[in-house]
């Protein structure tokens, strides 16, 4: 390891705690990271905050947005000062959110990604994207540019008390050292239709396994009408699949209220999570009129607890992505809270 690979003292000192927990080559490769964040609603604060405690070398936060009085309920970096509704939001955080960390390099943006999109260059800048609260057709068009240049993407939101992370991180490839069982792993195995074991090797003196695993992921587009589900899941757990998932799913086709107070029409839920149950291959009974009730009520709200679960799990996810050490969410995380689960699905 060179010079310019090493932590130096002050970093080894700061960041001791996770060393232990990740390892050094883990937090080599935080040091090396330059990541772009989409949006500083709930959930990207939490992922922002726990990226910059973590020791990312760069992040830069992209948000044209202004400062609403809802922005209070999950956004802390802002200041106690209702006079700045309507201000420009990120010249107000920056200063709050430096004084965690001094190590990390932190810049803004306050174009917006409209405008970004007529010079995708931009993007190529960053080697991990986060992208959260945006509508249907500008994650795809989002996906679109992030695969043409070979840039993983995160895309994740909330509704009140449900929650999604989306992943499109192309291809990743893990290296763990487990103990060995009483047979060992075999290369060129599938685990899963999107997970095969590329290679084993077998120390005897310590009775490990270091097992290589790629991961390859779908476009986000594709995510939309997958027909995975009924192949996923045998029929107690169709049963149990939290109706969460289809109407996660229609959300993405209903406009955002423009008075986040305001419910969404329940009748246009209901039909657009039927259309999704039929493109996903699952019942329409999945879905209960509790639920609809709940996700009309709460569609495209922050409530904290929620955004720090979303942001946290977000966060930790692309600490492992980042590690190499074990296989990152592919491709779809689902939050019910109602449930107290959060399952991933390879659609």
């Given at each position: 390891?060179?010079?310019?690979?090493?932590?130096?003292?002050?970093?080894?000192?700061?960041?001791?705690?996770?060393?232990?927990?990740?390892?050094?080559?883990?937090?080599?490769?935080?040091?090396?990271?330059?990541?772009?964040?989409?949006?500083?609603?709930?959930?990207?604060?939490?992922?922002v905050?726990?990226?910059?405690?973590?020791?990312?070398?760069?992040?830069?936060?992209?948000?044209?947005?202004?400062?609403?009085?809802?922005?209070?309920?999950?956004?802390?970096?802002?200041?106690?000062?209702?006079?700045?509704?309507?201000?420009?939001?990120?010249?107000?955080?920056?200063?709050?959110?430096?004084?965690?960390?001094?190590?990390?390099?932190?810049t803004?943006?306050?174009s917006?990604?409209?405008?970004?999109?007529?010079?995708?260059?931009?993007?190529?800048?960053?080697?991990?994207?986060v992208?959260?609260?945006?509508?249907?057709?500008?994650?795809?068009?989002?996906n679109?540019?992030?695969?043409?240049?070979?840039?993983?993407?995160?895309?994740?939101?909330?509704?009140?008390?449900?929650?999604?992370?989306?992943?499109?991180?192309?291809?990743?490839?893990?290296?763990?050292?487990?103990?060995?069982?009483?047979?060992?792993?075999?290369?060129?195995?599938?685990?899963?239709r999107?997970?095969?074991?590329?290679?084993?090797?077998?120390d005897?003196?310590?009775?490990?396994?270091?097992?290589t695993?790629?991961?390859?992921?779908i476009?986000?587009?594709?995510?939309?009408?997958?027909?995975?589900?009924?192949?996923?899941?045998?029929?107690?757990?169709?049963?149990?699949?939290?109706?969460?998932?289809?109407?996660?799913?229609?959300?993405?086709?209903?406009?955002?209220?423009d008075d986040?107070?305001?419910?969404?029409?329940?009748?246009i839920?209901?039909?657009?999570?039927?259309?999704v149950?039929?493109?996903l291959?699952?019942?329409?009974?999945?879905?209960?009129?509790?639920?609809?009730?709940?996700?009309?009520?709460?569609?495209?709200?922050?409530?904290?607890?929620?955004?720090?679960?979303?942001?946290?799990?977000?966060?930790?996810?692309?600490?492992?992505?980042?590690?190499?050490?074990?296989?990152?969410?592919?491709?779809?995380?689902?939050?019910?809270?109602?449930?107290s689960?959060?399952?991933i699905?390879?659609?």
């Amino acid at each position: 390891m060179s010079t310019e690979e090493q932590l130096t003292n002050d970093e080894i000192a700061l960041y001791d705690r996770q060393i232990r927990l990740w390892g050094m080559a883990t937090q080599l490769r935080l040091r090396s990271a330059k990541i772009l964040i989409i949006n500083l609603g709930g959930v990207g604060t939490e992922v922002v905050k726990n990226l910059v405690l973590g020791g990312i070398n760069s992040i830069e936060i992209l948000d044209d947005s202004v400062v609403k009085e809802e922005d209070y309920a999950t956004q802390f970096f802002l200041p106690d000062d209702e006079s700045v509704v309507g201000q420009l939001k990120l010249p107000l955080v920056i200063d709050r959110i430096k004084e965690l960390n001094s190590l990390v390099e932190l810049t803004t943006n306050t174009s917006s990604l409209v405008k970004i999109f007529d010079d995708p260059k931009y993007f190529q800048t960053f080697n991990l994207i986060v992208a959260t609260e945006l509508d249907k057709s500008t994650i795809e068009k989002l996906n679109g540019i992030t695969r043409s240049f070979n840039i993983p993407l995160y895309v994740a939101g909330v509704h009140g008390m449900f929650g999604y992370i989306f992943t499109d991180l192309i291809k990743h490839v893990s290296v763990s050292e487990k103990d060995a069982g009483n047979q060992l792993k075999e290369a060129n195995t599938k685990i899963t239709r999107t997970k095969t074991i590329t290679e084993v090797s077998y120390d005897e003196k310590t009775n490990k396994e270091k097992i290589t695993v790629l991961d390859e992921f779908i476009p986000i587009s594709e995510i939309w009408k997958s027909n995975k589900l009924p192949t996923l899941l045998n029929k107690r757990q169709m049963k149990r699949l939290s109706p969460a998932v289809p109407l996660t799913f229609a959300l993405f086709d209903i406009k955002k209220p423009d008075d986040v107070e305001q419910d969404v029409d329940k009748q246009i839920l209901a039909e657009q999570g039927q259309r999704v149950c039929t493109e996903l291959g699952i019942p329409t009974t999945v879905i209960s009129e509790d639920y609809l009730e709940v996700f009309s009520r709460q569609a495209f709200t922050e409530y904290a607890p929620v955004t720090a679960i979303i942001g946290g799990a977000l966060a930790q996810d692309i600490i492992q992505f980042l590690s190499k050490k074990e296989s990152p969410i592919n491709n779809v995380l689902i939050l019910d809270s109602t449930k107290s689960e959060m399952p991933i699905y390879a659609l």
